[in-house]
């Protein structure tokens, strides 16, 4: 069955670590590729995407993802996490020409001060 | 400039009752999408609409559950007669254009059912 997949549902770390959380998908096909954050209480924003062209996409807060073909993966990355990097990270896969998001069930990430 | 709306954000019913659900979509976009999340899952889709028109409910369960977009005024999810079950969070999003756009969410509503 197509399916997105996130990996360690629960990331404990402290400030200054580096963080990278995994996504990996089943879809064939060209495919966009979203990361989305939801913060304490607040709603899911946008972080980064991949449409197309560089595979190594920046984001907002010092994020990036990249996305390898081959390995049907789009992992997320941060060199150094901060106290308010604490939230719960989506991955989600757009499969090229459908309206419909695939989300991921999500990483909660806790970063201790 | 606002982003999607979705009112109420806390909802509680009993079993048999009704939960409307009401998403506005971000100024200039058209196109709306919900989707639910029930815990430790994540976000499942549901349906997309365009103004008066449903393009694709293909993972709207088929009973109980409709959802509009009416040429004035929000959409509106809603679910007849509520069990348990239906108990989660419950996300609008909205794009500008349909085919693979930028979605972009609203805080969501989680119902609660008794």
């Known amino acids: 069955a197509q399916s997105v997949s996130q990996h360690n549902h629960h990331v404990i770390l402290s400030e200054a670590a580096s963080l990278e959380l995994g996504c990996n998908y089943s879809y064939g096909g060209t495919v966009n590729l979203f990361w989305y954050v939801q913060y304490p209480g607040q709603h899911l924003q946008l972080l980064l995407k991949?449409?197309?062209?560089?595979?190594l996409v920046k984001g907002i807060k010092g994020f990036e993802a990249e996305f390898i073909k081959s390995k049907f993966s789009f992992n997320l990355r941060k060199p150094s996490v901060q106290w308010s990097d604490t939230a719960e990270y989506f991955c989600?896969?757009?499969?090229?020409?459908?309206?419909?998001?695939?989300f991921g069930k999500g990483n909660q990430v806790v970063v201790i001060p | 400039n606002a982003g999607v709306m979705q009112n109420p954000r806390h909802l509680v019913r009993r079993r048999g009752q009704e939960a409307r659900l009401r998403c506005s979509p971000m100024?200039?976009?058209?196109?709306v999408y919900w989707y639910r999340q029930l815990p430790e899952e994540g976000l499942k889709f549901m349906v997309y609409l365009q103004k008066e028109n449903i393009i694709d409910e293909s993972g709207m369960p088929k009973e109980r559950f409709s959802a509009e977009f009416p040429k004035e005024g929000p959409s509106i999810l809603r679910i007849q007669q509520v069990v348990r079950g239906d108990s989660a969070a419950y996300f609008c999003?909205?794009?500008?254009?349909?085919?693979?756009?930028?979605?972009?969410f609203g805080p969501g509503t989680r119902l609660t059912v008794l």
């Open positions: 100024k200039g976009h058209s196109h």
């Open positions: 999003a909205s794009s500008a254009a349909g085919l693979s756009d930028t979605q972009y």
């Open positions: 991949y449409f197309s062209g560089d595979p």
């Open positions: 989600a896969v757009n499969p090229y020409g459908n309206n419909r998001l695939a």
